[in-house]
């Protein structure tokens, strides 16, 4: 009886320890579970390993595997797991581009800003005053965009100024958008225009815009150089705007390689405004929104002449003796220039 009693008291023992065991292992489980779960949102959350920002283009169709290798290579992320698995959990869905890393930025950061899209932007000026052959070059020469340059566009109709487009993006997609805005604000600015302008059309206002650009770059200028063109378009004087002469020699370009000479200015083509009557065939350049509200809202005055005085503006004036006062001034500051 001693030795059964003994016997089943020895099984019971056993039963406990193996129960204790299985728990404590069970318990020990979750602590290592709990403690990787805790170890992986610590390095999900740490600071990376950048010490200056860095930038990572993310092409179409990577997957977050990919994406997490290009991070690794970059040297923006140290643990591509880590990435991989904290994007995940975040059920983060992660987009295509170029995208810029700061220093030292954690991969949850790194996760949020794909996430987000929230992609470089490049930044393309568009000084006023480009032909659209010039502006064509300067959308062929930037590297960030794609694509052929291949879009027709008509003199004039690109409107300047400063661009923002993402990585790829398409450069006949970026002319049509400036070619979009351009006739956007020529249309809103014509419904406003002054009455009583002796303009048929739009496209004559661009036209004289584009003199007005061209021939000045001072803001506070350009409705009195718009003034004088009217005043001679009212007294049937031809224009005599050098940069017409100008366009019409230089292929589109507007710009020569030497200053104008007599036989120049004689020279017969549909811009130059010293043989022709009237307006330019086109516009000669792609004129901003100040040249545009300056021939649709011209000052009040009398002047017919105009011609640089040496500051960067222009001396006016009324009469022809007048101006060639002017010009005889202005022919002493280009003597002691040279």
């Not at 021939?215 to 004087?237: C, I, L, Q, S």
Request: positive net charge; proline residues 5%.
């Amino acid at each position: 009886m001693r030795r059964a009693g003994a016997l089943f008291m020895s099984g019971g023992m056993m039963v406990k320890i193996v129960l204790r065991v299985l728990v404590g292992l069970a318990v020990l489980a979750g602590l290592i579970g709990g403690g990787a779960a805790w170890e992986g949102h610590r390095r999900f959350t740490a600071p990376g390993p950048a010490a200056q920002p860095v930038t990572v283009i993310i092409p179409r169709g990577a997957g977050t595997e990919l994406i997490a290798q290009s991070l690794d290579g970059a040297g923006v992320i140290s643990s591509r797991w880590v990435f991989v698995l904290g994007a995940k959990l975040r059920r983060a869905s992660l987009k295509a581009g170029e995208y810029a890393f700061p220093a030292r930025v954690s991969p949850e950061e790194a996760v949020r800003i794909i996430a987000e899209g929230k992609v470089v932007i490049h930044k393309l000026t568009i000084a006023e005053g480009l032909t659209v052959r010039q502006v064509k070059d300067l959308v062929a020469e930037a590297d960030f965009l794609a694509g052929p340059v291949t879009r027709k566009i008509q003199e004039g109709w690109l409107l300047p100024e400063t661009w923002h487009m993402t990585r790829d993006e398409m450069r006949d997609d970026v002319l049509a958008r400036m070619e979009k805005a351009m006739r956007q604000t020529v249309d809103v600015l014509w419904v406003a225009r002054a009455p009583g302008l002796p303009l048929k059309s739009k496209e004559e206002a661009l036209i004289l815009a584009s003199m007005v650009e061209r021939e000045t770059g001072v803001d506070a200028e350009r409705p009195r150089v718009a003034a004088v063109f009217y005043n001679r378009m009212a007294k049937r004087m031809r224009f005599q705007s050098d940069p017409t002469v100008i366009y019409g020699l230089s292929e589109c370009l507007g710009e020569l390689d030497h200053s104008l000479t007599r036989d120049d200015l004689q020279s017969r083509h549909p811009w130059n405004t010293y043989v022709i009557d009237g307006l330019p065939r086109t516009p000669i350049a792609n004129p901003g929104r100040a040249s545009l509200e300056a021939v649709l809202h011209p000052v009040k005055s009398e002047e017919l002449y105009f011609v640089a005085d040496g500051t960067g503006g222009h001396a006016f004036a009324r009469s022809l003796d007048e101006h060639n006062a002017n010009v005889a001034k202005w022919r002493k500051i280009e003597k002691a220039g040279k």
